[in-house]
């Protein structure tokens, strides 16, 4: 069954469409451990025989929903950089304002953010077919490494990680191949970076850090800007990130 698909087209998407929306509504007050497809059936106002005859199970309906989410928060992302790139943004500015377009879409659509960053759902394991939606957020990032290293925007680092490289072949082939020194363990880095944004959110989005700082968002600019040094790469501040 094809579950692919963001939540911008589902107003073209008919039934499955409908399905979903009602789907999200059912996230937002029980969370993703209460989604079944009775629950959506009755959010919805239908039989679950209507609900069945697009999701059979409920794991396919969670299946479309991870997905949607991750294209969606993706496609913020990449938005955003196409905007910054089209102004001549350096690459610091760059992923300024797509780690800024993910913490929008992360507070606009909370439910969907917590379905993809939160805690596991029981009983589900996401499919193969979730990796290339899941994979855009990634891509954009490193998308904007590779272009500070093209553009000679990286300072080296002060030490390289220690040991032999630590990564999959899937994640050099989305950065496109292993640098040469000094900057052969940008890929790790980038990793780092990349967890560092999602910890971030995640502490941002569940309230973690109101009790600790009087401006979250100016506080989220400077976390960025602090993680990004781990690759050598200046963020602007103040005046200089708008």
Do not use: C
């Amino acid at each position: 069954m094809d579950v692919s698909g963001t939540s911008a087209s589902d107003a073209k998407d008919g039934l499955p469409g409908g399905v979903k929306e009602a789907a999200r509504g059912v996230l937002g007050k029980a969370g993703a451990a209460g989604l079944t497809l009775e629950a959506v059936a009755r959010e919805r106002g239908v039989a679950v025989a209507e609900v069945e005859a697009v999701f059979p199970h409920r794991d396919d309906l969670l299946t479309a929903l991870v997905i949607d989410a991750y294209n969606a928060s993706g496609a913020a992302m990449e938005r955003a950089d196409e905007a910054a790139r089209e102004a001549g943004a350096s690459a610091g500015a760059r992923l300024l304002a797509v780690t800024r377009a993910l913490r929008s879409w992360s507070f606009e659509h909370t439910e969907e953010f917590t379905l993809i960053y939160g805690s596991p759902v029981p009983g589900y394991h996401a499919p193969q077919e979730t990796v290339p939606a899941a994979s855009r957020t990634p891509a954009v990032l490193a998308a904007i490494v590779r272009a500070a290293l093209e553009g000679g925007e990286l300072t080296p680092p002060r030490r390289a990680v220690p040991g032999p490289p630590l990564l999959l072949p899937e994640a050099v082939q989305l950065f496109g191949g292993v640098p040469e020194a000094p900057f052969s363990d940008i890929i790790e880095r980038g990793i780092v970076l990349w967890s560092n944004l999602i910890g971030l959110l995640i502490f941002q989005v569940f309230s973690r850090t109101h009790d600790s700082v009087r401006d979250e968002s100016a506080f989220f600019d400077y976390a960025i800007a602090v993680a990004a040094e781990g690759i050598g790469l200046t963020v602007p501040a103040g005046e200089d990130a708008e």
